[in-house]
């Protein structure tokens, strides 16, 4: 019975970075075809990196990435009997094409265009892609292959295709985003397929940040009766080696000169965890990705800045993280001393700059306008743009990218100060619900105790006015979280959220702060991705909206 050894790669492209992610395919076949391996597959658009978006529309573009396949294949040539399957884009006919080709020894063997183009969600391929009709198969040493590219497989009619054409394996080429559940909807969807067709399944992920999307990688070989038999760590570039038979079946090939753990089977990470590596690598990824080097933060004593600066350490180092506390005649003592005793924890850079001072300027020069006023949440957002115009002062001057410290729940409630606390480069809690947060800081004090307990136990505050707290206005944060889950990210009603047992009037209020601060999300930074509908990419809302949803 005939065997080929098949490598998996998961590589960390950079959108547009097409000589770089072009080193990468080749530093991984090279370590491949040491390993024996006769069959490379790597990800889904690797050579362009995912979502390549609007630079698809650049004929220039288009071209080079034809020059540099070409040039790939070429390099490829040395590397005898190793067939490598690539990610890229190409025009056939006029028609742009989300491809994969099968390279051999310089040559090109076959080009597969993908048939499923998705348009939901953070995917817009038919704004871009012409779909594909035809199945692609190629046989090595009576092992035949069938190439698939991510959606494909979610749908019948591809991998069929494949499967009469005499596939044993699918060899499926992945730019999946990371979202939580979503490796086990993968395997779901990989186990129906592989059901279906009666093929073997490897699956190649993308890994790494790419602006606002997390790819966790997590790729996987799953035999043709559904059980997994192979899986590359999350998060981590790597390489993994198995064994495909003609008969369809799979085996492990462990390989430690391939740099990928003896056991073949990656361990799959809690809830926490995962969330928390989405964060850093998204993180670190952006800052590395755009050309900087340090952030920096507001530090408040709060828990939000607490797990945005222990994020950033983890992510990027303790010396590449700088903090500031700009305290007000509102800020308590407690926080000042919780927050200097995280800094002292961690490590990091820190500042302190009151801003007291500066208020009371800023009150004096618009006394004579606002005479005759009460005080109101105006006074209040004085102090929080004040930090913000600190913070982006030391970032025009040092360099620094400025982290924001909001969360989901304070972005859908409007529970945030536009060019306050708002304003930065790039928001690591954008779509993670103050619930979570709380879940995210309890996990990494398992790890090593960074945040000190009394930040994961006060009451939050924004502490802009006296003895304040966050729910003075809102309700409790498990019940705005419960509803902000179920109407943004299940896009469930009004009325199906009072019949789920929410009152009446939490969800009135919650639907209408919804509602009413989509300006202000328009105008906050990216940040990462980790539910299934972030604000941003998912979330596309009118401004101007006359619409009123009914309980």
Known sequence: MSAVKVSIAQINALVGDLAGNSRRVLEAARLAHAAGARVLLTPELVLTGYPPEDLLLR???VLQCDRVLNDLC???ASLSGLHVVVGHVTSQNGDLRNAASVLLEGRVLGTYYKHELPNYAVFDEQRYFVAGEQALTFTVDGVCFGVNICEDIWLESAPEAAAQQ???????????????????QRLEIARRCVRRTGCSLLYANLVGGQDELIFDGASFAMDASGALVSRLPDYTDGLSLVEAFSDSRLLACPSNNLGIAPTAIAPELGLEAQVWQALTTCLADYVK????????LGLSGGIDSAVVMAVAVDALGADNVHAVMMPSRYTADIS???ARDMVKRLGVGYEEIAIGELAAN???VLAPMFAGKALDATEENIQARLRGMLLMALSNKLGHLVLTTGNKS????????????MAGGFAVLKDVAKTLVYRLARWRNTQSEVIPERIITRPPSAELRPDQTDQDNLPEYDVIDGIIERYVEQNQSAAELVAAGFAPDAVEQIVRLIRINEYKRRQSPPGPRITGRAYGRDWRYPLSNGFRESL
């Open 59 to 61: 004929p220039s573009f």
């Open 74 to 76: 070429a390099s490829l």
């Open 166 to 184: 005499g596939a044993h394996t699918l060899l499926v080429l992945n730019a999946s985003p990371y979202n939580i559940g979503k490796y086990e």
């Open 289 to 296: 990705k755009n050309g900087f080097r340090t952030v920096i």
């Open 336 to 338: 000042q001393i919780d």
């Open 362 to 364: 800023f009150d004096q």
């Open 410 to 421: 304070e972005l859908s409630t409007g529970y945030c100060t536009l060019y306050g606390d």
